[in-house]
């Protein structure tokens, strides 16, 4: 089984694509006995009529990589007959940890996807100055595609020029040596991928000249601490900061209309987040494994909660999901080991399979459906939901009560909860009518957190 297949479904959702597509085609390149038609002074082409593309090398390890400074030719002999050097192809020197310098030659007039990605040690980058489609204007150490003034490849020694109004795709995507990068006002558009696996970039102002943030724009950049969303932008692609462990905390601006699926997935240390109200929905993946994530603001225009979207956020204590919401789908807080308090707002209709799945610390509900949102047998899976207070409104604690699920946690209406002062029950009677769970008096002297029976009643002290 190779690595294409042995990756599990559920664990494809974190994971680049592309970077699956790369890494399996330099493993398995060299199995491949025509990858590559001749290898002439350490460079690979494949012909085609009169013309020659340097393609990769056949295996990924040891001198079969390009390393050092490689200087293409514009021409090139093999057989006897001379080919001109006319394109780069995809992925040639996609790892290439060792490649250092790279100078493209006039003839050049297509480099293919994918050409320069993951090469951490590329520091200079040269297109020859006759060149009519690609350029390195001002000594820029990076690939413009001259027509669009797209940014097609650069280095960790880049410097964007003002005339660039795009960054290609992958652009810088595993440039572990770039840690700083100012990306001008000219450019309205960040492609996918584009400093993905940066490790070594710890902040970036994103300027307001971009309108969107593509999918996986900045997946993996492990070192990043701080990033500036401007107004300007309306949507966050998948995966756009995925894998940013070192965030702390993001700042999304009312512009945005739309975050994608594992937008900030596995951002360890990310604490606090506030959705702005012109979001409608929080996609699948979202917040998926930010385990020092301790507060997040739901606004009330959203209307879903997606698959996973906050699936193992263990340092989340409480959840607040306001009105808007009418959808709450499967695994959405699966694993909130932290999770002990969740108020539900009245527009909820459903909460998906495994919803709550081993919350094992979550005590209390706060659920203002007049109606009972349909729930599924496994939404609170490995809760101890008996344990677990539910006040429901007083018109709707008998509906409850008879529900087949949620008959079985303890349903109180508002009216039916004692009060509390200074953590000690209000009670009328003495204080031996205080019991543990145990049927124990615990006497009404200040009381630890926990669900006590007074007067035959549950009451949870906080």
């Known amino acids: 089984m190779n690595i294409c297949t042995a990756i599990r479904v559920k664990t494809m959702a974190h994971i680049s694509l592309k970077h699956i597509i790369l890494t399996c085609i330099c493993l398995f390149a060299g199995m491949n006995a ?21 393609t990769y090398r056949s295996e990924i390890t040891g001198d079969q990589c390009y390393s050092g400074s490689v200087v293409i030719p514009s021409t090139v002999t093999y057989n006897g007959k001379t080919y001109t050097v006319t394109g780069i192809g995809e992925w040639a020197f996609s790892y290439c940890l060792d490649l250092t310098s790279i100078n493209i030659p006039n003839s050049v007039s297509s480099i293919g996807e994918g050409a320069f990605n993951n090469c951490s040690g590329l520091n200079s980058i040269k297109v020859n100055s006759g060149n009519t489609k690609y350029d390195s204007r001002g000594g820029c150490n990076a690939i413009i595609e ?19 109004t795009g960054i290609g795709e992958w652009a810088f995507s595993g440039c572990n040596g770039l840690t700083s990068v100012t990306i001008p006002n000219s450019v309205s558009g960040i492609g996918d991928g584009a400093f993905s696996a940066c490790s070594g970039l710890t902040s970036i102002i994103i300027p307001n000249s971009v309108t969107v943030i593509n999918d996986y724009a900045f997946s993996g950049c492990s070192g990043l601490n701080s990033v500036t969303i401007p107004n300007s932008v309306t949507g966050i692609g998948k995966n756009a900061f995925s894998g940013c462990v070192g965030l702390t905390s993001v700042t999304i601006p009312n512009s945005v209309t739309s975050i994608g699926e594992n937008a900030f997935a596995m951002c360890i240390h990310l604490a606090s987040v506030t959705i702005p109200e012109s979001v409608t929905s929080i996609d699948s993946y979202t917040f998926y494994n930010c385990t020092d994530l301790t507060s997040i603001t739901i606004p009330n ?25 009418t959808n709450i789908n499967d695994y959405a807080f699966y694993n909130c080991v932290g999770l002990t308090s969740v108020t539900i707002g009245n527009s909820v209709t459903s909460i998906g399979n495994w919803a709550f799945r081993e919350c094992s610390s979550l005590k209390e509900i706060y659920c203002y459906a007049e109606e009972t949102p349909e729930v599924a047998v496994y939404t609170f899976y490995k809760v101890n939901v008996s344990e677990v207070l539910l006040v429901v409104p007083d018109d709707a604690l008998e509906k409850y009560r008879a529900h087949s699920v949620w008959c079985k946690f303890w349903v109180e209406s508002p009216t039916g909860i004692l009060p509390m002062k200074n953590g000690r ?7 031996d009518a205080v019991y543990n769970l145990s049927g124990q008096p615990v006497g009404n002297g200040k009381l630890k957190p926990g669900i006590y029976i007074v007067n035959g009643k549950k009451v949870m002290v906080k």
């Open 34 to 54: 025509s990858a590559y038609d001749a290898l002439i002074n350490d460079i690979y082409y494949n012909f085609n009529e009169n013309e020659a593309t340097v």
């Open 146 to 164: 001259t027509a669009t003034n797209t940014l097609i490849a650069g280095c960790q020694n880049t410097t964007i020029p003002n005339s660039v």
């Open 301 to 325: 225009t959203v209307t879903s909660i997606g698959y996973s979207a906050f699936e193992s956020c263990s340092g989340l204590t409480s959840i607040i999901i306001p009105e808007g919401v």
């Open 425 to 431: 029950v209000e009670s009328e009677k003495s204080a």
